[in-house]
């Protein structure tokens, strides 16, 4: 595996093995000192053309607890500005010294097209509303360590909201499946895709119909930065209709979840404090990112097995 940039290409067994290796690296979280020399020497450029906290940021920390150097780059305060190309800037970055380049951009395509103009490894940190492989990495580890099992099978996952514009909902998708899950995309019929042939899923428009059902809900952000008219009739209704308030929370089935990839909408679709309910998972899956974006990095610029305790 030379780059990490779509689910799709990912198979049900590589897939486990990053999970579990991902466990490995939870593991090493969990030390005194979190921290092993596994990708001493090697450079990972963050490379960030569009805003993120998480990603970025446990991408930064995921490499250095495998004490690999970082080298941040943030296209607000670079030469992007001045007009400088991204060809230019990736190979301006690569001649300076980097084994894998982490890429987010506004456009689908552009992490696939670095590979054409490097040697270093590519790495999707998401991608316009295509792919975002590491979240669905580390959603389903977050998953999986809460029901136990290798997979998730028997699990029914309702992924509620904007799945039209939403990157973290195509991966998710390709990651539960393969998994075993059975997946419910929810949401008002101008925030799904136009065309969703071959996708693996059951619809459903009506958010009540699948609150008792499900064993995870989903809840996707509205991205409004993403939508270039109005997709639905106004904050207050989408929020009436598909918010997750206590009320929804309260009917959910027992031992169910809550998980959201961030940031928050409070208001629109979050209309419950996470905090006041018992089974929200999503600070779980931010703590779980580091984990998940250390054991992709390792897989990628490792060499032998998992690494040793550096104490
Ligand atoms: N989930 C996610 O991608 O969040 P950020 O945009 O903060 O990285």
């Not at 190979?91 to 040697?119: C, M, N, Q, Y």
């Not at 629109?268 to 984990?291: F, H, K, W, Y």
Request: hydrophobic fraction near 40%; aromatic fraction near 6%.
């Amino acid at each position: 595996m030379k780059h990490f940039l779509d689910i799709a290409e990912i198979s049900r067994e590589s897939l486990i093995e990053l999970l579990d290796m991902t466990a490995n690296m939870a593991e090493i979280n969990r030390r005194p000192v979190p921290k092993v020399p596994a990708l001493r020497g090697k450079v990972v450029a963050t490379v960030f053309f569009e805003d993120s906290t998480r990603t970025r940021i446990s991408f930064d920390t995921a490499a250095k607890r495998l004490s690999a150097d970082v080298m941040g780059f943030a296209a607000s305060a670079s030469s992007i500005n001045k007009g400088e190309s991204i060809r230019d800037t990736i190979e301006t970055l690569e001649a300076i010294g980097v084994d894998a380049f982490v890429i987010r951009h506004k456009t689908g395509g552009v992490p696939a097209t670095v590979t054409k103009w490097s040697d270093a490894s590519i790495i999707n940190a998401g991608d316009g509303a295509n792919q975002h492989p590491t979240q669905a990495l580390l959603d389903s580890y977050t998953i999986r360590e809460h029901f136990g099992g290798q997979d998730l099978t028997g699990l029914r996952i309702s992924i509620v909201g904007d799945v039209r514009h939403s990157r973290v909902a195509r991966s998710d998708i390709q990651a539960f499946t393969k998994l075993g899950a059975a997946v419910t995309i929810v949401g008002p019929s101008t925030l799904l895709p136009s065309d969703m042939t071959g996708w693996p899923v059951e619809v459903c428009n009506e958010f009540d119909s699948v609150i008792g059902e499900s064993d995870v809900i989903y809840m996707l952000r509205l991205q409004r930065e993403r939508m270039n008219s109005a997709f639905v009739p106004s904050l207050d209704e989408y929020a009436q209709r598909f918010g997750l308030d206590k009320s929804r929370a309260k009917r959910m089935r027992a031992g169910s979840i809550v998980m959201h990839p961030g940031p928050m909408n409070r208001g629109v679709e979050m209309c419950v404090d996470p905090a006041e309910i018992p089974n929200s998972l999503i600070l779980r899956q931010v703590t779980n990112g580091v984990s998940a974006r250390m054991a992709v990095l390792f897989k990628l610029l490792g060499a032998g097995g998992i690494p040793e305790d550096e104490g």
